[in-house]
């Protein structure tokens, strides 16, 4: 088992947020990727868990052939781009925008006075030059939620062989990933085991493994990729 824990990692950030690269993989960043970061899974290449400054932004910037992934941790941000302009992200809420060929511009907005928290990801599309296209989730409390991958002509999340779910366990509760995965806790705390082995996670681990099992302590928040 793998475990990575993000403030191990360089602060960095640009514009207007600070934020530490966890995955950065080599397929995407080559030798570009610095050697402390963790490598992906299936299609995806990249996690960066950022805080916002007050009223700070990512400013316009454009994607192609890319599936980017945003994850509102604490706070809100004003989506601002050619998908979905004038769309607010909430505590909670999750964006996916795929770019595909045809590709995007997006410029995220913290509005407000204090700092807030997102997750962004992204996941190389298995197939380019794809129509780009916009998705939004409220994951609830207690539940597992896929946010991404699945079989082609599903319309609740975008096909991928890659797979992302929004798991929110509660105190006490259990569950267990059936194959291989990479894990992000991003709130609360717990232990994590494979087979024989088991180790206290919190806030900011990455772990990698096979066949894990994941009990809560005060409940806790999760990030599961894995590959078909």
């Not at 950065?24 to 400054?53: C, H, M, Q």
């Not at 945003?70 to 989506?79: D, K, N, P, Y």
């Not at 979905?84 to 996916?96: F, P």
Request: aromatic share 6%; glycine share 12%; net charge negative.
């Amino acid at each position: 088992m793998f475990q990575l824990n993000r403030d191990s990692l360089k602060l960095g950030g640009f514009a207007g947020l600070r934020e530490h690269q966890i995955v950065t993989d080599s397929r995407l960043f080559g030798s570009r990727k610095p050697s402390d970061t963790s490598e992906g899974i299936g299609n995806f290449v990249y996690l960066a868990d950022a805080r916002f400054n007050p009223k700070g932004e990512t400013r316009m910037h454009p994607h192609s052939e890319i599936d980017v992934i945003s994850v509102m941790v604490e706070g809100r941000v004003a989506h601002e781009g050619s998908l979905e302009h004038g769309k607010s992200l909430e505590e909670g809420d999750v964006q996916v925008q795929r770019a595909g060929g045809e590709g995007f511009s997006h410029n995220e907005v913290n509005p407000d006075d204090t700092r807030n928290r997102m997750l962004q990801l992204w996941v190389l599309p298995e197939q380019p030059g794809q129509p780009a296209g916009y998705k939004c989730y409220s994951p609830e409390s207690g539940k597992t939620t896929r946010i991404y991958g699945g079989r082609q002509g599903e319309s609740d999340t975008f096909d991928s062989h890659t797979t992302i779910d929004i798991v929110h366990l509660n105190a006490g509760d259990t569950t267990e990933l059936p194959k291989e995965a990479l894990v992000y806790v991003f709130a609360g705390e717990g232990l994590i085991s494979e087979r024989d082995e088991t180790v206290a996670v919190k806030d900011g681990d990455l772990i990698r493994g096979d066949h894990l099992k994941m009990e809560t302590v005060k409940g806790v928040s999760l990030i599961v990729v894995s590959d078909a």
